[in-house]
Structures are given as C-alpha cells and as structure tokens.
C-alpha cells in the first residue's frame, strides 16, 4: 500500500518563482490537508479538502493555493515564492468524519533561496 | 497564536525509564487529543488519541492523561526503548472538525 505520496521529496527555488507540489493518496478517503512545519512551531494547517471540488483555507493560508479535482490528488501551488516560504510540507489524508485519524506522507523539503 | 502548548521542547531519557510530555490548550471547544509520532525523515504518524469524556487511555507502553478541569493531558511512555526516540506532537481538534492544530513537538531521546 502506498498510502500519501508526495513529490518532489526536495526543491530549491528562487525567490518569485512558482511550483506545484503534489500530493496523492490510494486509500479512497474524502479528507485531505496540507501542513507546513517549521523549526519549533509545530505544523500549521494550510488548507483542506472534505471532499473532490470543495476546499477551505486552514490557518496560514497566504501564498498558497489548492484544488480538488478527483479524490485521489490534491495539489499545492506556490505562485510567487517568497523566502518565509522555506519549510517541509506534508500532506495528509483521513477518512470522512469528524476525529478520524490523518495519515500523512513523507514530505517535500522545500528551500526558496 | 500557539493553541495547543507542548512542553519540554527536548527530553533524554535512560532506557527503561518514564518519558513524560505535557500539553495546555484553552479552547474549549477541542474535543479530541490526539498525540503524533514523528522519525527523521518521515511524515507523523498517529500514536494514540483520547477524548474527554475518560481520563486516561492506555495502549502498549502509551497512556494519555486528561484532566478537562485544567484544559492540559499529558503522554507517558513506560519503559521506554531507544527506538522509541522520535518526535512527539500533541495535538487538538474542535468538535466536528478534523482540523488539526498542533504542539511544536518534543524530541525525545532515550539512550541505551
């Protein structure tokens, strides 16, 4: 089972440019999230999908955005880099329903130099 | 704003003792109080979860504390093993929601 896939597992961009990270899951479930984490702060929600075509803004939602097109892949774009953008993302997944348990990959370490 | 607060932000243990992590959060509205585990490298991974309707919840060598009168519940690891060094997150979810809202984490190491 692959689970939360995410690509690419690194990324070194230069202030102003944009990328897609991508996000896919095989596990069927309605919700999917993205986090940042950074040094000493935890993870932060960015945004979530409850289900294909429906998404919501988390708590740091600025810079980024999403979409939803079909249940498996919930991408996120970074349209205009800015260097308060270097962190590790992790995207996540869980099953409709409210406290289920969120299954995360591994990580894109992104760099914005 | 930090809503869930994680204390000690590193932890070293001897093998076969208790690993103790403390978390404090105001909002009453959290209703589930999960703890996440974190290896180098690798995305969290959910360890074990209470609500408040029981105080304690063990599995395994884990139990969660909960006290909802002072708004804090706590992970105890027992005998704890040298690859049970990781990270651990603490975290909240309001009612009928399943959004997250994380600890900054405790890096624990336990040496043989």
């Known amino acids: 089972n692959a689970g939360v896939t995410q690509t690419p597992k690194f990324r070194i961009l230069k202030i102003g440019q944009s990328m897609t990270l991508q996000c896919t899951q095989d596990?069927?479930?309605?919700?999917m999230y993205w986090y940042r984490q950074d040094p000493g702060m935890g993870l932060k929600l960015i945004y979530y999908?409850?289900?294909?075509?429906?998404?919501d803004k988390g708590e740091v939602p600025n810079g980024y955005n999403v979409s939803r097109s079909t249940t498996e892949d919930f991408p996120l774009r970074l349209e205009l880099a800015a260097p308060s953008q270097t962190s590790v993302y992790f995207c996540?997944?869980?099953?409709?329903?409210?406290?289920?348990?969120?299954?995360f990959g591994d990580g894109t370490r992104l760099s914005i130099l | 704003q930090q809503q869930v607060k994680q204390s000690p932000q590193s932890l070293i243990v001897q093998k076969g003792g208790i690993s103790i992590i403390n978390c404090a959060y105001e909002n009453t509205a959290f209703d589930y109080f999960p703890w996440y585990q974190q290896f180098p490298g690798k995305g969290p991974a959910l360890l074990i979860a209470?609500?408040?309707?029981?105080s304690e919840k063990k599995e395994g060598r884990f139990t969660i504390s909960f006290n909802k009168s002072a708004k804090q519940f706590s992970l105890h690891i027992m005998d704890s093993q040298p690859g049970d060094s990781a990270t651990y997150f603490c975290a909240a979810s309001p009612t009928g929601a399943n959004n997250l809202f994380f600890g900054t984490g405790t890096r624990l190491t336990v040496i043989p």
């Open positions: 996540a997944s869980s099953p409709g329903g409210s406290h289920q348990p969120q299954h």
């Open positions: 209470i609500r408040p309707d029981v």
């Open positions: 999908s409850v289900g294909a075509g429906i998404t």
């Open positions: 596990m069927n479930h309605n919700y």
